[in-house]
């Protein structure tokens, strides 16, 4: 990290909130060609009850975000991006770990996501983390026309007892 004693232990994994925005989208910015409008971001926080977002901090800084929505037994992975000058420590794992328990305490067995046919690096991360290739979305990325990995990883781990898993049917 920037300094040369921080660590992905020193991140912190937090809700995000309406007052992250600014941080996050100059991340996004940063990280695709085709970012998000404040408006998605808004609408994912505020009116999306499947919508569980977070932010990565180091000491008070964003440093990364990442989103899922949660449908029953399913989490899917929206999006996901690591500042450029602290990509490559083990931020973007450590965020994806923390959506497997926050996935498994919404009662999610499972988790998908989309990749850019492109990235590599990602798709790397994702193997890693146990995610398998399971089919092709053409054309999925509109800016580019490019095409998108759909990857499953089948097994989160054990759930929290039902009682506490049905949250969203009060």
């Not at 695709?32 to 977070?54: I, K, M, Q």
């Not at 450029?84 to 328990?101: A, K, N």
């Not at 009662?107 to 990602?122: D, F, I, K, P, Y």
Request: proline fraction near 3%; aromatic fraction near 10%; include cysteine.
């Amino acid at each position: 990290m920037k300094s040369g004693s921080s660590s992905v232990r020193d991140i912190k994994i937090e809700p995000m909130t309406l007052k992250d925005l600014d941080r996050v989208l100059e991340i996004e910015s940063r990280s695709y060609g085709n970012p998000w409008s404040r408006g998605a971001f808004v609408c994912e926080l505020t009116d999306n009850t499947y919508a569980h977002y977070y932010v990565a901090k180091l000491d008070d800084l964003i440093v990364g975000y990442v989103g899922m929505w949660v449908i029953l037994e399913e989490a899917h992975i929206t999006n996901i991006a690591v500042d450029p000058d602290y990509r490559r420590m083990g931020i973007g794992q450590h965020m994806l770990e923390t959506m497997f328990e926050k996935a498994r305490e919404f009662g999610a067995t499972r988790m998908t996501l989309e990749v850019r046919v492109s990235n590599v690096t990602a798709q790397n991360l994702y193997k890693k983390l146990g995610f398998a290739e399971r089919g092709i979305r053409k054309g999925y990325y509109t800016d580019t026309n490019e095409d998108a990995i759909i990857m499953w990883k089948d097994d989160l781990g054990p759930q929290k007892p039902e009682a506490e898993r049905i949250k969203w049917m009060v």
